[in-house]
């Protein structure tokens, strides 16, 4: 009898590609990087874990150096020299030869295999170190910004600094708001400083304050920063600022592989300026899962001893203490800063304080004038002048009907309009 089939068992395909010392990758449909073999992180230095999941983009613009091009998800193969990440132009190159795997008699991708080879010096060779006083003076900088910087006694204080610890233990985008001065850009760096990315740098961008031709050439330029690695927090203060196209192009190379983590900085919500038309989607959609609100120092009055110890040595004198917590601080935390650095580094006086806030203290402790107490009499007359010329108009002037309607004697009536100056002297006896 012929032999019987041996049954077909299914292609362990990870495993080959684990055992593999090609550096291997795989993007599925949606653009989102799906497998990488260890081959792969030796060769890139980089871990799968942190970036399975991300998606690139479908054009030219990518700035992921793994992003197929455009024609490999129109089905074609390609074959691509990129600098890798840590350098502007190379070397080290990455060679990246793109497949396309195509459905069963149709043209739709549905995934995309990456074969990439290290061209030049490899990314493992020892760098500079960074000298020890720079790294003391990176160290002094970072040890500012603690979770301790935005807590305080009141509620929204600790609100406050529960989110930002929220936001420092993940990786996802925060989008921060607030009134102008209230310090949103110190709680970006808050979270930085305590997060994952604490290594790399913060950079904060004027979005409002710099020609947007400058801001693209200082990211996207020669030399710019978005062709390095050394930046592991974007902050950009007013986002809404941007052109649409450039703020297109921000979100694409922080959706890339190796992009930085973006925060934003606003005086409204992302939903908000996303209604208003000033702001692209994604930022709402994509990149404002975590939304803390910044309270201004209006709505913190009892931290402000606490503030004012944290910045300047020595006790405060009540007095100055009491006219700050009076104050309405319009500008916020820009302006008390300006107000302590009065006291040049001393104790807290009230002589250091403004005229402005001073003449509010003085306002607020001077009593009101005191009302006079009204006599008994002049209440009496008063209410007596009323009834009788309430009940002489109701009487048409008769005496009689208006005693009668007093309830008191015709003659006393007429002594008490003589004496009120309401009649001028009073009838003779007996007058109808």
């Known amino acids: 009898m012929p032999d019987a089939p041996t049954p077909r068992t299914r292609f362990a395909w990870r495993s080959f590609f684990d055992r593999s010392e090609s550096a291997v990758f795989v993007f599925g449909g949606d653009r989102r990087l799906r497998y990488a073999n260890p081959a792969w992180e030796r060769a890139t230095g980089l871990s799968f874990a942190k970036f399975r999941g991300t998606r690139v983009a479908a054009n030219r613009r990518s700035l992921s150096p793994i992003a197929p091009p455009p024609e490999v998800w ?81 509620s929204v204080s600790e609100r406050l600094a529960s989110q930002a610890r929220a936001a420092a233990a993940c990786e996802v985008s925060v989008w921060v708001h607030g009134e102008p001065g209230a310090g949103k850009e110190t709680v970006a760096r808050v979270i930085h400083h305590n997060s994952p990315r604490r290594e790399r740098a913060f950079v904060g961008l004027p979005c409002g304050g710099l020609q947007p031709y400058i801001l693209e050439g200082m990211l996207f330029g020669k030399g710019g920063l978005a062709g390095t690695p050394v930046v592991g927090t974007l902050y950009l203060n007013r986002p809404e600022e941007l052109p649409r196209p450039l703020q297109d192009r921000i979100l694409g190379w922080c959706e890339s592989a190796f992009g930085p983590r973006l925060m934003c900085g606003s005086t409204t919500t992302a939903e908000e300026l996303v209604k208003g038309g000033r702001l692209a989607p994604t930022f709402y959609t994509r990149h404002a899962p975590l939304d803390i609100r910044v309270p201004s120092l209006r709505e913190r009055p009892d931290d402000l001893p606490l503030i004012v110890s944290r910045l300047l040595p020595g006790v405060a004198e009540p007095e100055a203490i009491a006219a700050l917590r009076g104050y309405h601080w319009p500008g916020n935390w820009r302006e008390l800063l300006d107000v302590l650095a009065a006291a040049g580094g001393q104790p807290l006086r009230k002589d250091h304080l403004p005229r402005v806030i001073r003449e509010r203290l003085l306002v607020g402790h ?46 006393r009536l007429s002594r008490r309009i003589a004496a009120l100056g309401l009649g001028g002297e009073p009838p003779p006896e007996g007058e109808a």
Request: aromatic letters at 4%.
């Open 366 to 411: 001077t009593p009101a004038p005191a009302k006079p107490q009204p006599k008994l009499d002049e209440v009496l007359e008063t209410v007596e002048r009323r009834m009788i010329t309430a009940a002489l108009a109701k009487t048409g002037g008769r005496l009689a009907d208006a005693a009668e309607l007093l309830g008191v004697w015709r003659a």
């Open 74 to 154: 129109a089905g074609n193969d390609a074959r691509v020299r990129r600098a890798a990440p840590d350098s502007v132009s190379g070397p080290p190159w990455w060679d990246i030869t793109f497949v396309p795997l195509l459905g069963a008699g149709e043209r739709r991708v549905l995934g995309v295999v990456g074969l990439l080879t290290v061209v030049g010096p490899s990314r493992t060779l020892p760098r500079v170190k960074v000298p020890a006083t720079v790294g003391a003076t990176r160290a002094t900088h970072a040890a500012r910004y603690t979770f301790d910087l935005l807590a305080g006694l009141s």
